[in-house]
């Protein structure tokens, strides 16, 4: 078993930043590939950036790239998301979520992964 917990999330104006950050505990971290969905009210869970175990190949959807970089560091069981330029479209419940994966790209697909944070609000503000 791998819990979650994220932190950081909170109300911003457009164009500033705001850092996420996962912190896990459990199993042996650095095993597993880590993503950042987001999520808002009637709309499906969707990928925002995705790295893999040793923090050597990252994923980000067309929507954040340049924006958002996630890093990790596995001697503290963390997984970062930092937001800069953010814009309204942002807002959304952002989870952070685990799968034990040693292969080189991180899984893309939510149903590929095991373990689930309970969430951090994100609002971006006009």
């Known amino acids: 078993q791998v819990q979650l917990v994220e932190s950081g999330g909170g109300l911003v104006q457009a164009g500033g930043s705001l850092r996420l950050s996962c912190a896990a505990s459990g199993r042996t971290f650095s095993n597993f590939a880590v993503g950042w969905f987001r999520q808002t009210s009637g709309n499906e869970r969707e990928l925002a950036a995705a790295v893999n175990w040793s923090g050597g190949s990252t994923y980000y959807a067309h929507s954040v790239k340049g924006r958002f970089t996630i890093s990790r560091d596995n001697t503290k069981n963390t997984v970062d998301l930092q937001m800069d330029r953010l814009m309204p479209e942002d807002t959304a419940v952002y989870y952070c979520?685990?799968?034990?994966?040693?292969?080189?790209?991180?899984?893309?697909?939510?149903?590929?992964?095991?373990?689930w944070g309970q969430g951090t609000q994100v609002t971006v503000s006009s």
């Open positions: 979520a685990a799968v034990l994966s040693r292969s080189f790209y991180a899984p893309m697909e939510r149903r590929q992964y095991d373990y």
